[in-house]
């Protein structure tokens, strides 16, 4: 992050006179985050930058692109925190204002909760998804491919020439043959706009499990729903994660459990792509069709399973 005297610096020659700057304790991959004073107003200023590790890039079209649907989501929405102004071009980067959430607590276990909390969140979110799938979504997709969407990534590693890869033919073409067999099985699945990084730290609920605020963005794309659920699901025991999708499938309609293993397989080929691209793990170790999440596909079964027969009694 940049000292305090440099953000003033910068910011103020572009005519924004900012009293005070606190460093905060958030420091993202991707930006900067800095709580300062406008107008003898406390507000949150994110700075965009690219990750000094290489593994994501975005443009200014995305961002600006990005920032209109918060603040369109923000309207219907109003745990959406949206930027309080457009987006603007500083000597450190491109950055943005937003409101100071006063005692933002951030989940941090979602295992804390019970099964009401989990049931009630699983709504709210699938009332999130259901609501921006029926949205004009002009998204630019990323061109990093660990954020891309599922269908748009299974279709770069079938068409990719190899070239830039950290990977041998051979690897290639068994990531290449498993693509393709996923990509054929989930092409009439549907898409909404995502969250893309509903980490514990990023929302906080109230003692209810109703979503209070929900912040950082950056990873937001359209993709398949349950690409967002998979990052929650795995954190919490099979009778959580039964309630966590009776709350979910209340507002979506509800996956046959073979679609859902789909998704997670091909969540998984993408994880371990990058890897093996990122010389992470050794080649030698890949597994073309992982098999990685068992506990969520039982947990998913089970609930699926449960409603089926819970319908049939009525």
Known sequence: ???AYKVRKELSRIGIDVQ?????????TRN???KVWIEGQPRILKIYRDDPFGHYSINHDQLIEMHRIIKFLSQ??????APLGDLFHTPLGWATIFPLIENWKPLGD??????????TFGKELGKLYTFTSTIDTPLQDSTELFFQPLPQFLRMVINHNGQNLNMSRTTLVSFKEAATELLEEMKEYKTSIIHGDLHPLHYTLDE???????IDWDSMRVD?????????VRYLNKDQAVSFFQGIFTELEPLPPDDFETILKARNLRTVFYLTHSGIIEEETFQPMPHWGNTTIESYR???QSTTESRNHQ
């Open 20 to 28: 005070r700057v606190e460093l905060t304790s958030l420091e993202l």
């Open 76 to 81: 219907h929405f109003d745990y959406v925190v």
């Open 302 to 304: 089970e609930h699926i």
């Open 224 to 232: 398949i729903p349950i690409t967002d659920l998979l990052g929650i």
């Open 32 to 34: 900067c985050v800095y």
């Open 1 to 3: 992050m940049w000292p």
């Open 110 to 119: 979602i295992r804390s909760l019970n099964n009401e909390q989990l049931e």
């Open 208 to 214: 209810t499990g109703k979503i209070m605020a929900m």
